[in-house]
């Protein structure tokens, strides 16, 4: 299995250009997470996969949609500014709200936990910025961290919108083709990477087939859209 830093550059990047079908949600580009058969009922047809979303509370529900560095921010700030309104504004609390953040395209890379930026340096690489405390490309999840001077997330803090309930919908596409690039050639070790990078989201973080798929899911649920970018 390759690591990042033995991907060529021309590999690395071909991301953007590679992430041209995702967004329009017709193709997994990797394992597909699951092939149960949907329940019928009178409206859209219901799959397991797609359950975590029912459990989210129902007083008011909103979903927001992140494919940019620029859009996981906004979509961060724009959640954030959705709770606290709610709260001002109609004595709700968290509790009653289900929020969900959709992290896909070049915005899945914010989906994975600092040990996995650590260890894997293609996350820094993709995220096109440096750490301002080291000039070099970030070895870590800037959304997971308390803000700093020149941080990119304007103090958008993931674990911190996860403690007031707020969920978060990760595609797998995305997910995929960075564990390709990651192991290379290597069809087996990309899978284990995939799994790995399954098992290390950050808090609330859900794998969904793609991301657009996520936002359909949770808007047929209920969810009003709301754009990050």
């Not at 911190?160 to 690039?181: E, Y």
Request: overall charge positive.
């Amino acid at each position: 299995m390759t690591t990042p830093a033995d991907v060529p550059p021309a590999n690395r990047r071909s991301f953007l250009a590679r992430l041209g079908a995702l967004l329009g949600g017709s193709t997994l580009g990797g394992a597909v997470l699951g092939a149960q058969t949907p329940a019928r009922t009178d409206g859209p047809l219901v799959h397991p996969e797609d359950a975590w979303l029912d459990t989210l509370p129902r007083g008011h529900r909103m979903v927001f949609d992140a494919f940019t560095l620029p859009g996981a921010v906004n979509a961060g700030r724009y959640c954030g500014n959705w709770l606290y309104s709610n709260g001002i504004g109609y004595g709700l609390k968290p509790e009653q709200l289900g929020a969900v953040i959709v992290l896909r395209s070049m915005a899945t890379i914010y989906a994975f936990t600092d040990a996995m930026w650590a260890k894997y340096p293609v996350f820094g690489q993709q995220s096109k910025l440096s750490d301002a405390a080291t000039g070099k490309a970030y070895d870590f999840n800037p959304f997971l961290r308390a803000p700093t001077s020149g941080s990119p997330t304007q103090g958008v803090q993931w674990p911190q919108l996860a403690s007031q309930g707020v969920h978060f919908a990760v595609c797998n596409g995305t997910t995929t083709m960075l564990a390709g690039m990651i192991a290379g050639s290597d069809a087996k070790a990309a899978e284990t990477v995939r799994l790995e990078l399954a098992s290390n989201m950050v808090p609330n973080g859900h794998l969904m087939a793609t991301g657009i798929v996520a936002l359909g899911r949770a808007q047929e649920k209920g969810f009003t859209f709301g754009c990050g970018g």
